[in-house]
């Protein structure tokens, strides 16, 4: 088969797999794990193949139109260039994993079918971003991937956080698309083109009128889907959702589908030297509020959701330096670590009964009970901190290093001052990072109290697939950045000393920090009794998962927040941790600015909806009744009444015919 | 015989037919005078049979013929009539039409509930009368 065929099975097979899952998933539910499990698998050998075949070199293109759709040709495109080939790879391979790692996480739940389902939906959409060469079929899978989510995330629609968080998620990210849409519009009026080939070349030749207009309006879409401030307030809410899924959708891939998107369209936001300033204060403000806010978090997802927020915004911070590669490459390594990280965490919560590290920090030997999420999760927080040799370190300095590269004059592809602005807000975060990591491996690892309760082996599904991520966790950094500069632009992605040696020695500092404040503060742990474990330790983990989240607020009074004094980060963040916890106060702007006057606006509605137009509807039905009335006053029961009626209209009815017939 | 007198006499007889009709109090007097308006109709029927007749080369009488039909089903029809009559006079103790007035609309509300509540009430009265 051709490389084009292979690429385009590589979107479809989970397509298929997804509508026979939702098809037979009532009437068949022996093949619901098949068709979960092997489509994906199916499509990542694929995707492999076309990785290896398309190795780097000259991108393959193919296009086909189906039908003239009017002034702008909308075309079934593929794009593959280095990006996409590897992109696609990871997409695969962390698609796989979690459908592997579900079928033990949700074993015995109700709705696998069409989890399942919509997680194969879901990857098929991404796979679809990934390759189109067609900026309309791009939004298809971008949206396709908005509803998935909207979905999965609200997949315990039982509990209240996870309604509320699936309609905000959705929400808010349609906040960001529907500039988007505009900003996609705009930019096809001007190049003529839905075609990312074209559009690049009209970029290159200079033919964008409007280059700061489309960047802001594309970044709004961008911010929203890849989590970045103003808008990144849907991810970590978005942790109501099964582990598998903010693994896969919600650290992975779907938010790193905004930073692709700018990675295929660089020249276009070169083009606009706001738009880049914008872009790298965008991904400042991102990375160090998240780190400080991920500081203060209670539950262990959303400490994870803030680091994936922050990490994203390494990733805009290298595109704001122009460097699509280091942003590419730190997409990679990161997906593999977060994904890792999330799915040892759904483990922890599991075995734990609880997802509250305030909880978790009163348990001890919880480390004993799963050895296997001990140790992936060592080496993923390992990376996450960008302690070398793990992969993140790599990553994250080919990022720094490129924001250092531009700081200090050495290309004109970017201004100076985003690079200055990337770099700080980097090394600052290279800290927080470092801290919030080491937090969460010591309340979660190093617990002291009652032992944690022995739930028997975890199933082998939720294990194996630890140690497959943990590998490019651990190994694949060193390796990449001598290979990736082939795949990519061919710009060098290896670390620069003075970088290196800032950001490790911050990512020290700030993990010996934290230990210290930790051995300060873990006396006063035992003095403070607090916790609660969920009440079906035996039932399979997506159970314990959804009482643990259902019991978060009640129990400490808020889903990010417990009042636990043994907190280093309370002591490192000082009068900051109220604010950080939540997130804050975001959320109250975001109600006074658009949750009210929209509620304000639908009572208005509704006012004159009950006061106006259903006055008009009720005096429309009170003219006949009126005439009813008035009719039925004729009917009196007399007999000789309706005959004298009937009389007198056939006397005049023949003195009119009589009138009539002498031509009166 | 000029066409005028029986034409006079049907005219004379159908008037005080109606005027029973709208009149009388009496159901049965009211059937009497539905009968006077048919005869009155049968005269008609035959008197203008005859006259046309008298011109026509051959004719079939129908007038004559639908005067029997209109004499049989009044037979059958004063039948019937007497027998309601008989049955509500039976039932209700008088065969006067102004009291007879059970399909009138009632004033105070519209709904089918109140009527039947005071039928209700009614049987019940009549029960333990």
């Not at chain 1, 694929?46 to 393959?60: K, N, P, T, Y």
């Not at chain 1, 137009?613 to 009720?618: A, I, L, N």
Request: glycine fraction near 8%; aromatic fraction near 8%.
């Amino acid at each position: 088969m051709t490389t084009t065929t292979l690429a385009a099975l590589v979107p479809l097979l989970p397509f298929l797999g997804a509508s026979a899952g939702l098809l037979l998933g009532r009437t068949a539910p022996g093949f619901v794990r098949p068709l979960a499990v092997v489509p994906t698998l199916a499509s990542l050998v694929l995707a492999a193949v076309v990785a290896v075949r398309q190795g780097g070199d000259q991108a393959i293109n193919a296009a086909t139109e189906l039908t003239p759709t009017g002034s702008v040709p909308i075309e079934l495109a593929l794009h593959i260039d280095g990006f996409a080939a590897l992109v696609a790879v990871l997409v695969g391979v962390v698609a796989t994993c979690v459908q592997i790692y579900s079928t033990g996480y949700l074993r015995e739940d109700p709705r696998y079918p069409s989890y399942a389902a919509l997680v194969s939906l879901f990857t098929s959409a991404m796979l679809l971003v990934v390759y189109s060469g067609d900026l309309m079929v791009l939004l298809v899978g971008w949206e396709i991937m908005g509803i998935c989510s909207y979905f999965l995330v609200g997949h315990y629609w039982e509990t209240p956080e996870a309604r509320a968080a699936s309609i905000k998620a959705f929400l808010v990210t349609k906040l960001g698309d529907v500039p988007f849409l505009i900003g996609l519009f705009a930019l096809a009026t001007d190049a003529g083109s839905f075609r990312i080939t074209k559009v690049l070349g009209t970029v290159a030749s200079g033919g964008l009128d409007h280059p700061t207009l489309i960047a802001l309006l594309l970044l709004a879409g961008v911010a929203g889907k890849s989590a970045q401030f103003p808008l990144h307030t849907w991810l970590p809410d978005a942790m109501a959702g099964p582990t598998p899924v903010s693994a896969l959708i919600h650290a992975a891939t779907m938010v790193a589908a905004g930073v692709y998107f700018i990675a295929r369209l660089l020249p276009v936001f070169e083009a606009s030297q706001a738009a880049m300033i914008v872009l790298a204060v965008m991904a400042a403000v991102t990375m160090i509020g998240s780190g400080l806010a991920a500081l203060a978090q209670d539950d262990i997802k959303r400490v994870l959701a803030y680091s994936t927020i922050g990490q994203l915004g390494y990733m805009t911070g290298a595109l704001a330096v122009a460097d699509r590669g280091a942003a590419v490459f730190h997409l990679l390594s990161h997906g593999a670590f977060k994904a890792l990280l999330f799915l040892a965490a759904g483990v922890i919560i599991h075995a734990a009964g609880t997802n509250s590290l305030a909880a978790m920090s009163r348990m001890s030997h919880l480390r004993d009970r799963v050895p296997d999420a001990f140790w992936t999760m060592t080496v993923a927080l390992l990376a996450l901190a960008a302690i070398p040799p793990f992969s993140g370190f790599f990553s994250k300095e080919s990022v720094l290093g490129a924001a250092e590269h531009v700081a200090t004059g050495h290309t004109e592809h970017a201004p100076g001052a985003a690079g200055w602005t990337v770099l700080i807000a980097g090394v600052v975060t290279a800290l927080l990072t470092a801290a919030y990591a080491m937090r969460l491996w010591l309340l979660a690892f190093r617990g002291r109290g009652a032992e944690a309760p022995d739930h028997g082996r975890q199933p082998l599904t939720m294990t194996v697939v630890l140690w497959v991520l943990a590998v490019p966790s651990l190994a694949v950094g060193a390796l990449a950045y001598r290979v990736l500069p082939d795949w990519f632009d061919g710009r060098d992605l290896a670390p620069t000393l003075t970088t290196s040696v800032l950001g490790t020695g911050m990512a020290l500092i700030g993990g010996i920090v934290t230990y210290a404040a930790w051995r300060h503060t873990t006396s006063l742990a035992a003095r403070v009794p607090l916790g609660a474990v969920a009440a079906h330790p035996e039932g399979d983990a997506a159970q314990v998962e959804a009482e643990a989240i259902a019991s978060h607020a009640p129990v400490y009074g808020g889903v990010a927040y417990a009042p636990d004094p043994a907190d280093p980060g309370r002591l490192l963040l000082g009068p900051l941790h109220r604010p950080a916890a939540v997130g804050f106060h975001l959320d109250e702007v975001y109600r006074a600015l658009f949750v009210r006057p929209v509620q304000g606006g639908a009572s208005l509605v509704r006012f004159l909806d009950r006061e106006v137009v259903d006055t008009y509807v009720r005096g429309a039905g009170a003219l006949p009744r009126w005439l009813g009335i008035a009719v039925r006053r004729a009917q009196t029961g007399n007999v000789q009444t309706y005959v004298s009626a009937l009389l007198a209209g056939t006397v005049v009815l023949a003195v009119a015919a009589v009138l009539v017939a002498m031509g009166a | 015989m000029h066409l005028a007198y029986p034409a006079v006499l049907s005219a004379l007889l159908f008037c005080t037919g109606l005027y029973g009709v709208l009149a009388r109090r009496n159901a049965i007097l009211v059937l009497m005078s539905v009968e006077l308006m048919l005869n009155a109709v049968n005269l008609n029927l035959v008197a203008f049979d005859v006259w046309l007749s008298k011109t026509a080369e051959e004719t079939l009488h129908s007038g004559q013929a639908l005067t029997l039909f209109t004499i049989t089903i009044a037979a059958a029809e004063i039948g019937i009539g007497l027998a309601i009559v008989l049955a509500v006079h039976r039932n209700r103790g008088t065969s006067d039409i102004d009291k007879l007035r059970d399909t009138a609309e009632s004033h105070d509300t519209d709904g089918p509930d109140h009527d039947a509540l005071t039928t209700g009430q009614a049987e019940k009265a009549e029960a333990t009368a």
